[in-house]
């Protein structure tokens, strides 16, 4: 069976920049979204446009899908998450091991670690429901979807900080838990980025909610780490 040529679905050239195919999904998934046109929406288009936009909005994935193309190549493996998990663990790891005297290793670790991750965490954890209800007042409004976007783009700043000041010691041994509570929670907060921006691309309020949920996963986990916080100080 042949195989569907995903820069024709999108209606862009092969050698488009991340951001043409970026605005050509986006164009499209708004053009062919039941909520916004329903005398031409189309359920097959849309799941044609998202699977092209699946391997051509992703680096990797699109360079295995033209590879695969160019020499005829098995098809491009869905990428995941496991790899980048898997190599923040080691990291975690490799960040217990300290040397350092206990309590002033502990001190440490909480100002340079603890309160600005959790600082940043409260930022970004804090205001999406404030900015969801704005959205809602029209999703399809190009500049409510501009200010959400924004708002994306200052959320993966803080994130950026905060794992930033989670890798920049290791923890203490007796807050190991705590350290790990954080750790998920992070990864948490960026998954649900990741879902929120996706939604911006093709309207579909399945990334949205499913979003807030590693959101709401990401609070609790917070609230876990101040917990095991209390036992430890």
């Known amino acids: 069976m042949t195989r569907e040529n995903y820069y024709q679905t999108l209606g862009i050239d092969p050698q488009a920049t991340p951001a043409q195919i970026k605005q050509a999904y986006r164009r499209l998934a708004k053009q062919f979204h039941p909520d916004r046109n329903r005398g031409n929406g189309s359920h097959e288009q849309i ?3 998202n699977a092209a936009y699946e391997i051509l909005g992703d680096p990797e994935q699109r360079q295995n899908y033209d590879r695969a193309r160019v020499f ?20 975690y790891h490799e ?26 965490l409260a930022r970004i954890l804090s205001s999406l429901d404030d900015e969801i209800d704005e959205l809602a007042a029209d999703p399809f409004d190009d500049e409510l979807l501009g200010n959400f976007q924004e708002y994306l783009d200052i959320c ?15 923890n203490p041994s007796n807050v190991a838990g705590v350290a790990a509570h954080l750790y998920h929670c992070l990864n948490q907060v960026g998954d649900g980025i990741d879902e ?38």
């Not at 350092?100 to 340079?112: F, S, V, Y």
């Open 72 to 91: 005829g190549g098995s098809r491009a493996s869905k990428g995941d998450r496991q790899q980048r998990t898997a190599n923040a663990q080691r990291s």
């Open 95 to 120: 960040y217990r091991q300290s040397t350092r005297d206990p309590d002033e290793h502990l001190q440490q670790w909480l100002k340079q670690v603890y309160r600005p991750v959790n600082h940043f």
């Open 47 to 49: 799941i044609r446009i």
């Open 196 to 233: 929120l921006e996706f939604f911006t691309f093709n309207y579909d309020e399945h990334y949205l909610h499913r979003g807030q949920e590693l959101f709401r996963i990401a609070a609790g986990l917070r609230r876990e780490a101040h917990a095991a916080m209390k036992q430890v100080w």
């Open 156 to 170: 993966r700043n803080f994130l950026a900080k905060a794992q930033h000041s989670f890798r920049s010691m290791p």
